[in-house]
């Protein structure tokens, strides 16, 4: 499953989406809006906006990028957009494979590139009432 | 010709985030930006930043546009 959604992610059902006999291991990842920023400022949420069908797209090709490089059996990515609040999860990434070190591998690729490359912004809200549109340092697309 | 821009984050927060804008047949994105930067004080100050996809595929300025297209203006990404 490659999407872009609305609603709360739940983690437990990608990861069981994943999962095959095939498979012995089954690794998930969550990212979950934090309660401070980088800077150490304290954060009440986070809006994600997304280019949706560019983005499960590129989930799409990273995914498969992933089985090439690690040969997992099955991966999912889901990331949600709107207004999340502290401890919401906004990225799930779950990979099944047969064994533990290609789906620890192949999860780890899959996040580190959605992150670099997916076009899907955050805008960071802060107690004060300010905000700010957060970039990802590694991205593709530095200036 | 007309084409639909769609833009994202800061771009959005300068233009809105869907428009359709009529553009001379044969142009290309580079005109397309510029002719939204003309109503748009804010927007040159993004144009290194942001990339230009047409029709789902990140293109360079010199992309001849067509009728119907679909542009999104892509900043820096921000997402995970």
Redesign the interface.
Known sequence: MFAVVSEPIDVAAIAREVRTDACGAVVTFA?VVRERSDDDRPVTGLS????E???A?EFERIAAEARERFGSCAISVV?RIGDLAVGDV??AVAVAAPHRSAAFAACEYA?HE??????????EHYTRGDSE????PD????? | MKVRV?A???V?ELLGSAREVELPAGSTAAALWDELAKTCTGLPALA??T?I?RN?HVVNRAEILHEGDEI?L???????
């Open positions: 990212g994600y906006e997304a280019h069908n560019m983005a797209e990331h906004s990225v996040i959605l992150k670099r490359r997916a076009p899907i912004w955050k805008k549109w957060k970039t990802n991205r593709a697309n530095s200036p | 769609l994202f984050a800061r959005r290194k930043s990339r996809a789902g999104a892509l900043p820096p990404a921000g997402g995970g």
